[in-house]
């Protein structure tokens, strides 16, 4: 219980990458001993200072990290640390992938196929259809298939649901810890992804506060949990857009529905 411990708070440090968590731990062996070894023989062993070796800022990041587990064992949310197997593949490609996740549910983020279906808010009874028949027609094509959304209205809850409807898993990622859904008015559909083999997801802890930011720091991992992203609708400027580029960042497969030339909601797809 303590290695989680370490852990959760080894990753609620700002900034703290792959990158230089694999440096650090390089250095001074594992997560506990970077919280347990004093200020300056850190500084000596890294090189560097940092606020991050001060005593005091581990301190708090410990226990806020003590919080955390408490929550996360009251709530059966279990950890996804960036060594462990059950650790998405896909996302260790990303760059910018995050130590740690939140998940609720027992989907395998390594399955076979992973497709993320996102679009605008605002959909259209047409791109709703075109959702819901593209996730039917991968279900009946496509084996081991996960798909991978985020649960906001519109696109992304349609395609959790037409997912829902096919019983194939699909994993809803939050731009907020998971002591509340987000938005509130899809909670239900959270607990039918959950309860039916799917996941809902984070990178967030319980105590962070969302903000605007968090929503496109989200769909970074919407991109690369998946091996291509299929974008629905979207105007010329969206989130959509943002998890499309990700997503070719990530040297990943783009595909987008079009739509007609006088419809706003298929202005972004069409540029794609």
């Known amino acids: 219980m303590q290695d989680l411990l370490y852990k959760i708070a080894f990753a609620s440090i700002r900034g703290m990458g792959i990158e230089l968590a694999q440096k650090l731990l390089d250095v001074v062996g594992s997560e506990k001993e970077f919280f347990s070894m004093p200020e300056e023989q850190l500084k000596q062993l890294t090189g560097g200072r940092s606020r991050i070796y001060k005593q005091d800022y581990r301190n708090q990041q410990i226990r ?29 490609e990303a760059c910018d992938a995050p130590l740690l996740l939140y998940a609720s549910g027992s989907c395998n983020l390594n399955a076979r196929h992973m497709i993320s279906i996102v679009g605008t808010r605002h959909a259209t009874s047409y791109g709703i259809t075109m959702c819901r028949d593209i996730v039917r027609d991968l279900h009946d094509r496509i084996d081991d298939l996960v798909i991978v959304s985020g649960l906001a209205y519109g696109i992304d809850i349609t395609a959790h649901r037409a997912a829902l409807t096919t019983s ?19 909670r239900n559909d959270a607990i039918n992804i959950v309860r039916d083999g799917g996941m809902v997801l984070t990178d967030y802890q319980s105590q962070d506060e969302i903000h605007k930011g968090n929503f496109l720091a989200r769909n970074r991992i919407i991109a690369a949990l998946s091996d291509c992203t299929l974008v629905v609708e979207s105007a010329a400027r969206g989130g959509a857009l943002v998890t499309a580029s990700l997503e070719q960042n990530y040297n990943r497969d783009v595909f987008a529905i079009p739509g007609p030339v006088t419809s706003f909601t298929s202005r972004g797809t069409n540029q794609l």
């Open 64 to 92: 806020k990290a003590e919080t955390e587990l408490k929550f996360l064992q009251n709530n059966n949310i279990k950890l996804l640390y960036y060594t462990d197997k059950d650790y998405p593949t896909r996302l260790l």
């Open 168 to 186: 194939t898993p699909t994993v809803a990622v939050m731009p907020r810890g998971l002591n509340r859904i987000y938005p509130a008015d899809h």
